[in-house]
């Protein structure tokens, strides 16, 4: 039974001035950087600094990698269901401070507040599910006898074993949940952990270290590590005591890390196109507010949002009108008035967004609505007429710009949406199951979703990418069978057994 630890004080955090400092958990310490030096972290919002977060070392990652190694040896031989208490109880924990976090995604990534305490939420729904799951994934036992030549004699026991160190690099847009699907499948795994959050992000996703660690985690099994890429970056991802890497975020920096890596397992989730295919029998209404939420939750900032529309050319008129009219009711303004499209993370994603807008103009798309801006506030917009020369059919904007492309037929449509080099989901609207299913098994993406939106989870189904869009499988049971291996057992019996 785990203990509590005192009085809910946050340990990783002190005010020096005006601003809240705040510091990283290693080897069950709360320290700063070697050198001392931090980085400024400022609300997309309004650029209030929001708090410093500690620019670590080599020296810094060298000593967390090494705490993390020794600590993971007795971490493995812990039951598993002991393991699983602590993420029960680190869940828990986070029921207390739903609402602190939510704020603090509110300022940091100007995520709307009903969005931010969802994120909390589902983290915590994630938790306890994630630990559930461990204490159910047995080993086997399997006989000899059904290969041929051999007998009941030879028996293979077969364990599932975790990795060693994990390092786990989790994005700005979900930086609580996107961290937890990483940690807590690979802690209940018997891993330690050592935990890169995203700069921008960075102090609502460290958190979870003063969670873990009133929780009762042990010492060295997770420690944090924050700092700038070009000073350690590289120096994480090729370091000879990390023994996984689980990354979400984009294709550009994913393919860097599958590079430079080596030889060791990888999990990652990346970029994606995901497409929206319309047949003519669809639900129209129902489409049409589906893809809308799909393209512009969290100002499109999703790699699963909704990308382009491929629409047949019969009803794309009407199809497009409906979208128009579902995206006027979207509210733009600041994250703590609730708003549905927010400022963007940066003045470089504004920029990005901007380009395709404009390039989409420049080469004869159909304006419908939008192509307002307000430094890294983005109005809505969608363009009608898209063509396969423009920069906004194959990009991801990452952002809330949606294109519509007509299409003559389903084979024109499954044909642009595999052109692609992405493939994470894709979705298709029709009331025709056949050809639901037909259209699903040629696109060449992880998942395709019919009739609904394209979007992540339930948590303990299958999550994936194919091409550009990522590697390896994730989903509770899957994430926790990635950052595991097998190790079988053979017992060879006596033959006068038989």
């Known amino acids: 039974m785990i203990e509590e630890r005192g009085d809910r004080m946050f340990s990783f955090v002190y005010k020096e001035g005006e601003v809240n400092v705040y510091k990283n958990l290693c080897n069950g310490q709360w320290v700063e950087s070697e050198k ?44 598993i269901r002991d393991r699983a208490d602590i993420i029960h109880k680190a869940a828990r924990i986070m029921e207390k401070y739903i609402e602190e976090i939510a704020n603090i995604l509110v300022k940091e990534i100007a995520k709307s507040k009903s969005s931010a305490i969802s994120e909390v939420k589902r983290t915590i729904d994630f938790m306890h599910f994630t630990a559930e799951t461990a204490k159910r994934m047995t ?30 690099i989790s994005p700005f847009n979900y930086p609580v949940n996107l961290s937890v699907s990483k940690v807590a499948p690979a802690l209940v795994g ?17 958190y979870l270290g003063q969670i873990f660690d009133e929780a009762g985690i042990p010492p060295g099994v997770l420690n944090i590590i924050t700092g ?3 000073e350690i970056g590289d120096y994480l991802i090729t370091h000879p005591g990390i023994d996984m890497i689980n990354f979400t975020g984009s294709t550009e920096v994913g393919q860097h890390i599958a590079k430079e890596a080596g030889m060791i397992p990888l999990l990652l989730e990346l970029g994606g196109k995901d497409a929206a295919i319309v047949l003519e029998d669809c639900d129209l209404d129902e489409t049409a507010q589906n ?46 008035e609730d708003a549905d499209i927010t400022p963007l993370i940066s003045d470089k994603a504004a920029d990005f967004v901007q380009e395709l807008i404009d390039d989409a103009i420049n080469k004869g798309a159909k304006l419908l609505i939008g192509n307002k801006r307000e430094g890294r506030y983005i109005w809505p917009t969608v363009f009608d007429y898209v063509t396969e020369d423009m920069r906004l059919a194959w990009e991801e904007p990452f952002g809330p710009v949606l294109p519509v492309m007509r299409v003559k037929s389903i084979e024109e449509a499954i044909d642009i ?40 989870g339930p948590d303990h189904f299958p999550f994936l990418g194919v091409k550009a869009s990522g590697l390896g499988t994730q989903g509770i049971r899957y994430s926790i069978e990635a950052m595991t291996r097998s190790k079988a057992i053979v017992i060879n019996l006596d033959n006068d057994y038989k």
Do not use: H
């Open 36 to 79: 001392k030096q931090r980085i400024k972290i400022y609300s997309p919002v309004d650029d209030s600094l929001i708090g410093e977060i500690q620019a670590q070392t080599k020296n810094d990652v060298d000593y967390a990698i090494e705490c993390a190694k020794e600590a993971q040896k007795s971490w493995a031989f812990m039951p």
């Open 139 to 168: 080993g086997e036992t399997i006989y000899g006898d059904a290969f041929p030549g051999f007998d009941k004699t030879k028996i293979s026991i077969v364990d599932r074993v975790p990795l060693g160190v994990i390092l786990c």
């Open 190 to 206: 018997g891993n330690s952990v050592i935990f890169k959050p995203p700069t921008q992000g960075s102090i609502s996703a460290m």
């Open 228 to 230: 700038k890429g070009s």
């Open 291 to 336: 893809i809308v939420k799909g393209a512009f939750n969290y100002s499109g900032q999703r790699c699963t949002a909704v990308k382009r529309v491929l629409v047949m050319e019969e009803i794309a008129d009407e199809l497009v009108a409906k979208m128009v009219a579902e995206v006027k009711k979207l509210k733009v303004g600041k994250p703590e």
């Open 417 to 456: 949406s595999n052109k692609s080099e992405y493939g994470l989901q894709g979705c298709v609207f029709t009331k025709n199951i056949d050809k639901a299913f037909a259209i699903a098994q040629k696109l060449e993406v992880g998942t395709v979703q019919i009739n609904n939106k394209t979007e992540r």
